[in-house]
């Protein structure tokens, strides 16, 4: 199965990142994960990026605060499906994260899920591997059905 990387921009998004580990680890999707900054480190996130397809990765989570470049200068480099979070730090909280995320030109594009959805930026990611994966497909069908017999079994016990 390719794998799915996990690249935040710095250590203060560690806990958006484990939301996306510990789901990615729940579907068993192998994963990798890096610390690589679009203004920091830029020579090392461009050569992720090059290097990500003959490295065996199938899609790739990139996450970042503030002025949020990295999934945008990830994508630049690579034609692997980038999924970008936003990641809430800073006065603006999120916002300013999340339009620098989603707002890419055509041709370089980003899927950009909520501020700090880590959850969703695994599932997207598990969902692309799954194309080509009938067991792994299973396995995210499996999940909706547990899901919604939680929040129906939740309608059952309710009583206002
Ligand atoms: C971004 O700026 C990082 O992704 C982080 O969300 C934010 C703040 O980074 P630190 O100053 O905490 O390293 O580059």
Do not use: W
């Amino acid at each position: 199965m390719k794998k799915v990387g996990i690249i935040m921009g710095s250590d203060s998004d560690m806990p958006i990142a484990q939301k996306a580990a510990d789901m990615l680890k729940s579907l068993g999707v192998p994963y990798e994960a890096h610390i690589f900054s679009a203004h920091r480190t830029p020579e090392q996130a461009r050569e992720f990026a090059l290097n990500a397809r003959k490295n065996g990765f199938g899609a790739l989570i990139a996450m970042a605060g503030m002025a949020a470049h990295l999934a945008g200068a990830i994508a630049a480099n690579t034609t692997i499906p980038v999924i970008g979070i936003p990641c809430k730090s800073g006065a603006l909280a999120g916002i300013d994260a999340l339009l620098a995320t989603v707002q890419m030109p055509t041709g370089i594009p980003v899927a950009t899920v909520a501020i700090d959805g880590g959850g969703n930026a695994a599932l997207l990611a598990a969902q692309i591997i799954a194309v080509e994966d009938a067991e792994l497909a299973e396995k995210l069908d499996a999940k909706r059905r547990t899901d919604s017999a939680k929040v129906l079994a939740k309608d059952e016990a309710l009583s206002l």
